[in-house]
Protein backbone atom coordinates (compact mmCIF):
# COMPACT_ATOMS: atom_id res chain seq x y z
CA UNK A 1 0.00 0.00 0.00
CA UNK A 2 2.05 3.50 -1.61
CA UNK A 3 1.08 6.21 0.67
CA UNK A 4 1.02 9.27 -1.99
CA UNK A 5 2.70 12.88 -0.31
CA UNK A 6 0.10 15.88 -1.78
CA UNK A 7 1.87 18.82 -3.62
CA UNK A 8 2.12 21.26 -1.14
CA UNK A 9 1.04 23.79 -4.23
CA UNK A 10 -1.88 21.55 -4.38
CA UNK A 11 -2.92 20.91 -1.18
CA UNK A 12 -2.73 24.97 -0.32
CA UNK A 13 -4.45 26.01 -3.64
CA UNK A 14 -7.04 23.47 -3.25
CA UNK A 15 -7.27 24.81 0.91
CA UNK A 16 -7.51 28.68 -0.18
CA UNK A 17 -10.43 27.31 -3.28
CA UNK A 18 -12.62 25.61 -0.79
CA UNK A 19 -12.60 28.86 1.92
CA UNK A 20 -13.15 31.22 -0.64
CA UNK A 21 -16.19 29.05 -2.37
CA UNK A 22 -17.43 29.18 1.25
CA UNK A 23 -16.89 32.95 2.01
CA UNK A 24 -18.91 33.27 -1.38
CA UNK A 25 -21.59 31.62 0.18
CA UNK A 26 -21.84 33.49 3.47
CA UNK A 27 -22.43 36.82 1.20
CA UNK A 28 -25.96 38.20 1.31
CA UNK A 29 -27.71 39.21 -2.15
CA UNK A 30 -26.53 42.88 -2.88
CA UNK A 31 -27.82 42.57 -6.52
CA UNK A 32 -24.49 42.33 -7.56
CA UNK A 33 -22.81 39.44 -10.40
CA UNK A 34 -19.60 38.09 -8.71
CA UNK A 35 -17.40 40.19 -11.49
CA UNK A 36 -19.49 43.12 -10.77
CA UNK A 37 -18.04 43.01 -6.95
CA UNK A 38 -14.85 42.60 -7.81
CA UNK A 39 -15.07 45.55 -9.91
CA UNK A 40 -16.15 47.25 -7.42
CA UNK A 41 -13.83 46.40 -4.21
CA UNK A 42 -11.11 46.96 -7.08
CA UNK A 43 -11.82 50.36 -7.50
CA UNK A 44 -11.93 50.47 -4.24
CA UNK A 45 -8.24 49.83 -3.57
CA UNK A 46 -7.13 51.60 -6.40
CA UNK A 47 -8.61 55.14 -5.35
CA UNK A 48 -9.37 57.63 -8.16
CA UNK A 49 -8.48 54.98 -11.38
CA UNK A 50 -8.89 54.87 -14.96
CA UNK A 51 -11.19 52.14 -16.59
CA UNK A 52 -7.60 51.43 -18.71
CA UNK A 53 -5.96 51.29 -14.85
CA UNK A 54 -8.33 48.90 -13.67
CA UNK A 55 -8.42 46.42 -16.25
CA UNK A 56 -4.95 46.05 -15.69
CA UNK A 57 -5.02 45.42 -12.49
CA UNK A 58 -7.13 43.12 -13.09
CA UNK A 59 -5.70 41.60 -15.67
CA UNK A 60 -8.59 42.20 -17.84
CA UNK A 61 -9.44 43.94 -21.05
CA UNK A 62 -10.98 47.46 -20.54
CA UNK A 63 -14.04 46.22 -22.69
CA UNK A 64 -14.65 43.28 -20.34
CA UNK A 65 -15.03 45.83 -17.61
CA UNK A 66 -17.87 48.38 -19.82
CA UNK A 67 -20.46 46.60 -18.67
CA UNK A 68 -20.00 46.12 -14.89
CA UNK A 69 -18.54 49.49 -14.37
CA UNK A 70 -22.03 50.95 -15.89
CA UNK A 71 -24.02 48.83 -14.00
CA UNK A 72 -22.15 50.27 -10.64
CA UNK A 73 -22.35 53.36 -11.99
CA UNK A 74 -26.34 53.19 -12.58
CA UNK A 75 -26.65 52.02 -9.08
CA UNK A 76 -24.62 54.81 -7.54
CA UNK A 77 -22.13 53.04 -6.51
CA UNK A 78 -19.08 54.47 -8.27
CA UNK A 79 -19.34 57.90 -10.27
CA UNK A 80 -17.28 58.47 -13.66
CA UNK A 81 -15.84 62.37 -14.15
CA UNK A 82 -13.70 63.63 -16.91
CA UNK A 83 -10.11 64.08 -15.98
CA UNK A 84 -9.09 67.66 -15.24
CA UNK A 85 -5.71 66.98 -17.05
CA UNK A 86 -6.97 65.10 -19.99
CA UNK A 87 -10.48 65.56 -21.53
CA UNK A 88 -10.20 62.16 -22.96
CA UNK A 89 -9.44 60.42 -20.23
CA UNK A 90 -12.50 58.95 -17.60
CA UNK A 91 -11.60 58.56 -13.70
CA UNK A 92 -14.08 55.97 -11.86
CA UNK A 93 -13.57 56.38 -8.18
CA UNK A 94 -16.59 54.34 -5.66
CA UNK A 95 -19.04 56.97 -4.02
CA UNK A 96 -20.19 56.70 -0.44
CA UNK A 97 -22.97 54.49 -1.01
CA UNK A 98 -20.58 52.25 -2.79
CA UNK A 99 -18.02 52.36 0.11
CA UNK A 100 -20.82 51.27 2.43
CA UNK A 101 -22.26 48.06 0.69
CA UNK A 102 -18.31 46.87 0.68
CA UNK A 103 -17.81 47.65 4.03
CA UNK A 104 -21.17 45.84 5.03
CA UNK A 105 -20.43 42.91 2.81
CA UNK A 106 -16.91 42.41 4.14
CA UNK A 107 -18.19 42.40 7.94
CA UNK A 108 -20.80 40.18 7.04
CA UNK A 109 -17.95 37.18 5.80
CA UNK A 110 -15.81 38.97 8.78
CA UNK A 111 -18.01 37.84 11.13
CA UNK A 112 -19.01 34.19 8.98
CA UNK A 113 -15.34 33.77 9.10
CA UNK A 114 -14.51 34.55 12.86
CA UNK A 115 -17.44 32.52 13.59
CA UNK A 116 -16.48 29.38 11.47
CA UNK A 117 -13.09 29.96 13.04
CA UNK A 118 -13.60 30.03 16.70
CA UNK A 119 -16.33 26.99 16.41
CA UNK A 120 -14.38 25.00 14.20
CA UNK A 121 -10.40 25.30 15.12
CA UNK A 122 -8.60 25.10 18.44
CA UNK A 123 -6.68 27.48 20.19
CA UNK A 124 -3.74 25.94 18.70
CA UNK A 125 -4.89 25.90 15.13
CA UNK A 126 -6.48 29.22 15.45
CA UNK A 127 -3.32 30.39 16.63
CA UNK A 128 -1.42 29.01 13.58
CA UNK A 129 -3.88 30.28 11.34
CA UNK A 130 -2.94 34.26 12.72
CA UNK A 131 0.52 33.02 12.25
CA UNK A 132 0.30 32.39 8.65
CA UNK A 133 -2.06 35.32 7.49
CA UNK A 134 0.68 37.60 6.70
CA UNK A 135 2.49 35.33 4.43
CA UNK A 136 -0.52 34.15 2.28
CA UNK A 137 -0.72 37.98 2.29
CA UNK A 138 3.00 38.15 1.59
CA UNK A 139 2.33 35.56 -1.49
CA UNK A 140 -0.76 37.20 -2.77
CA UNK A 141 1.50 40.64 -3.10
CA UNK A 142 4.42 38.64 -4.63
CA UNK A 143 5.61 39.52 -8.28
CA UNK A 144 2.85 38.67 -10.61
CA UNK A 145 5.29 38.00 -13.03
CA UNK A 146 6.49 34.46 -12.23
Known amino acids: MSSTVPNPATELRESIMALTRQLRRHRSDNGLTLSQQQVLGEVSRAGVTTPAELATRMHVRVQSLTDGINHLESRGLVARRTDDDDRRRQLIEVTPEGT???????????????????????????????????????????????
Do not use: I, Y
Not at 131 to 142: E, F, S, T, W
Open 100 to 146: RLLEWDRAERDEWLNSAMRETLTELEFNLLMLVAPVLRKLADGDDSR
